[in-house]
């Protein structure tokens, strides 16, 4: 079963996994909008699901019994990548960029959270976007055309399509 990471889709594969008796388990989802979306129904039909890759910290306060995570959430993962940022890079400026998915929003969060200080100016594209000439402009204008970091929180396609316009 595929849900492209839409959350919008997950609900109704979740159903058809708990309406086959040949599942006894789930791999996935993958992605934490979709793990939302999908959780309850498969922890209502009791049947077990472990995530590779959802991070949002929020997905194992839920109360859901059969939900398991193989990584570390956000507010693991933030302090790392802020710890790479500022003892790694040596980073003293760094703006902040999210995509506006769940995953993206909360590992972004967690990063500014430890930060604190050093970050100089935050932004939100969408999933989807092409244009990213609002966002370029915004770093121009807080004088960070020379800033030291600047991390995203988010999906690789938004990454790849706003760092050749950043540049």
Known sequence: LDSQGDPRL???LARTAVDDTAVVAIVGPAFSGESRAAGPLLDAAG????TPSATNPTLSTMGWTTFH???????AQGPG?????TNTIKAERVAVVDDGSTY???LASSVVHELGGRVTVTDRVRQGQTDFTATVT?????NLTSADAIFFGGYYQEAGRLLPQLR
């Open 10 to 12: 997950a609900p109704g």
């Open 47 to 50: 049947l077990p699901f472990i």
């Open 69 to 75: 995570r193989s990584l570390g959430n956000d507010d």
């Open 81 to 85: 990548a802020a710890a790479y940022l």
């Open 104 to 106: 993206g929003t909360s």
């Open 138 to 142: 915004k770093l121009k204008g807080a």
